[in-house]
């Protein structure tokens, strides 16, 4: 995490998660932090790797810093996209380990102050596009009852 992002005492993502939260837009990221305050939850924001190639890494982290909170990018085995995702100031990234040249992001990563994961801690939950996070993380929470309730999709 970049220093002087997110809020004091939000767990954020130097805290270990209970559970890693996939979103696409500030809506549910914001649904989402409403939901971890209120219920007392620690969940890492965190974007899937078809997010980051589609959006950009520079969108993600804008929306980061409008939410208050880093989003972890996903950037799959593309070591271009976690560099992009560096540049444009990207302080948690996956990379996948079997990734070309992942020894020499992880050192730019390092140098930058950036953490470099070789996945994103489990649970972690999908959230489809315009998906309302706090329904879905509430049906989770209750372990999907009722008939209307969300079906959460964990990856």
């Known amino acids: 995490m970049a ?63 409008l939410v208050g909170r880093p989003i972890a990018l996903d950037c799959g085995a593309e070591p271009g996209t976690a560099l992009a995702a560096l540049r444009a100031g990207a302080r948690v990234l996956v990379l996948h380990p079997a990734a070309p040249r992942r020894d020499a992001v992880e050192q730019i990563a390092r140098r930058l102050g950036a953490e470099l994961r070789p996945s994103l801690p489990a649970p972690v939950l999908a959230l489809a596009p315009g998906e309302d996070a706090a329904a879905v993380l509430r049906a989770r929470l209750d372990g999907g009852a009722g008939p209307s309730s969300p079906r959460p999709r964990l990856v």
């Open 3 to 65: 220093r002087g992002q997110g809020a004091a005492g939000h767990h954020g993502a130097e805290a270990a998660p209970g559970l890693t939260l996939l979103v696409h837009d500030r809506l549910q990221a914001e649904a989402a932090l409403a939901v971890e305050a209120e219920l007392g939850l620690s969940i890492l924001l965190a974007a899937s790797a078809e997010l980051v190639r589609f959006v950009g890494p520079g969108y993600l982290v804008a929306l980061g810093r």
